[in-house]
């Protein structure tokens, strides 16, 4: 035997909110998207965030460098930075091809009409062997004499023409 529980109400959907609407509360309806959890507008704790990224950067010793490679080797550069010791491989490339002239007192005294004391290797070569009269040969450190024999067996065969 089949109980019937009343009358059966069928409400289309454009009514709904007719019955819906007095049993919700006084709370404000709710915009859709994203709660927010700031008084600033997002524009400004964007720009405050990336504010705050900068500071980190700067404090944990990260410059931004830019500058132009063709799409193949920037790709791999950008992969190969997230390889661990990358950094440590790149510092020891650069510290071949480049040579600080600060570190070596001929050298250095070689560069003095120079802004940067940044040099390539064979450019350092160049001035060591063009400029030999200047250079105190007597009291080369071991160190300045070794990246000396090291340039010339590089880019003079072996020899400094002098």
Same mark, same amino acid.
């Given at each position: &035997? ?10 289309? &959907? ?8 007095? &049993? ?39 410059? #931004? ?7 193949? =080797?920037?790709?791999? #550069? ?20 480049? =040579? ?5 007192? *001929?050298?250095? #005294?070689?560069? $003095? *009409?120079?802004?940067?004391? $940044? ?12 400029? $030999? ?5 007597? *009291? ?18 072996? =020899?400094? *023409?002098?």
């Amino acid at each position: &035997m089949r109980e019937t529980l009343g009358p059966v109400k069928y409400v289309d &959907m454009a009514t709904y909110q007719g019955y819906v609407a007095p &049993m919700k509360t006084d709370a404000k309806p709710r915009r859709p998207g994203r709660p927010r959890v700031s008084r600033l507008p997002r524009a400004e704790q964007l720009r405050r965030a990336k504010r705050e990224q900068r500071e980190r950067d700067r404090k944990a010793g990260f410059v #931004l460098c830019q500058f132009k490679l063709k799409r193949p =080797v920037a790709e791999r #550069l950008r992969r190969a930075l997230a390889i661990p010791g990358f950094d440590a491989a790149l510092g020891g490339f650069l510290d071949e091809a480049i =040579v600080d002239a600060r570190e070596y007192p *001929n050298l250095r #005294l070689l560069c $003095w *009409n120079r802004a940067d004391p $940044w040099l390539a290797e064979r450019d350092a070569f160049g001035l060591y062997e063009g400029n $030999w009269r200047f250079v105190d040969a007597a *009291n080369l450190s071991g160190r300045e004499r070794g990246l000396i024999d090291r340039l010339a067996a590089k880019y003079g065969n072996g =020899v400094l *023409n002098v």
